[in-house]
């Protein structure tokens, strides 16, 4: 496991009961969610994709209200590779439906084409600022933990990896802030290196689709690009409810000490 980790940038965890238990408790709390009028704007694309950033109500353990502990297998992997788990974030519900990808509101052509025929695929933390549309990193994450709450077929719109691309990231953001003040690596510029480092893997790196089932997780480094598959004709999920998945991804404290590391050290 840690291998794999290591070396492809992701690995899947085998079911856990404890991580089956809060995955059942998480559901009915993000069934509830996707339907709370303060979570209106996170409907997209047509209403195929609930983005639901910070939509499950858990605490900072990741416990979900009147649910168990977040906890299993990926939980004790994490505190082996990571150190302590950080005060958790609201996770994020990424739901999707039947019919994605559909274009964004205000996506462009190129913007939908590139969601369609690439996944939408990305490093997380690497944000868009001003008019012209640059990139700058700006939300550094200590890793990306996904957990279902449902069980769909494996081509309803699954997660997708390239594998090693977190080694090939690694490499262009270093370069990209050599000669930069640490403090100041928030502010530089990444356009153009990270347009190439994105063409880069995708002529090198191995695509591979992840799909888990409730009670499985799986683990992302920062670094790798990864993205969503379109929606297959055929595929199935469980009626109103699409494909849910949580996300934990938190910020690091200090970003400029391991972020950059290619390996899972993030402490």
């Known amino acids: ?17 404890q991580t089956a238990a809060w995955a ?6 993000a069934k509830a969610a996707m339907q709370a009028p303060e979570n209106a704007a996170w409907w997209d694309c047509e209403n195929t994709w ?8 858990n605490d900072t353990s990741g416990q979900v209200p009147d649910g168990p502990p977040l906890a299993g297998t990926a939980l004790d992997f994490l505190r082996q590779e990571h150190g302590p788990l950080p005060p958790l974030h609201r996770a994020q519900l990424s739901v ?8 964004r509101v205000g996506e462009s052509e190129a913007a939908f084409r590139y969601r369609r025929d690439r996944d939408a695929a990305h490093v997380d ?34 997660l997708v990896v390239w594998e090693e691309s977190h080694r090939v990231m690694a490499r262009v953001f270093s370069e990209a802030f050599a000669g930069h003040d640490p403090l100041d690596w928030h502010l ?37 690009l990864h993205g969503v ?39």
């Open 229 to 267: 598959a379109p929606w297959t004709e055929g595929a199935e999920a469980p009626e109103g409810e699409g494909r849910m998945i949580a996300y934990f991804r938190p910020e690091v404290a200090d970003w400029t000490q391991n972020w950059l590391a290619e390996l899972g050290q993030g402490r």
């Open 188 to 224: 530089v510029d990444v356009t153009e290196a990270y347009s190439a480092a994105r063409r880069r893997v995708f002529d090198s790196c191995r695509r591979v689709t992840v799909h888990a089932k409730p009670g499985e997780a799986y683990l992302m480094h920062r670094l790798c």
């Open 24 to 29: 059942e408790h998480a559901r009915q709390q």
């Open 125 to 158: 933390g690497v944000k868009m600022f001003g008019a012209d549309r640059r990139r700058r990193v700006e939300e550094p994450h200590a890793w990306v933990l996904g957990l279902p709450l449902n069980e769909t077929s494996p081509d309803a719109a699954p």
């Open 96 to 103: 999707i439906f039947q019919g994605y990808p559909r274009p």
């Open 1 to 17: 496991m840690r291998a794999a980790y290591h070396h492809l940038g992701w690995c899947r965890f085998a079911y856990d009961a």
């Open 50 to 57: 609930f983005i639901g950033v910070d939509a499950l109500p």
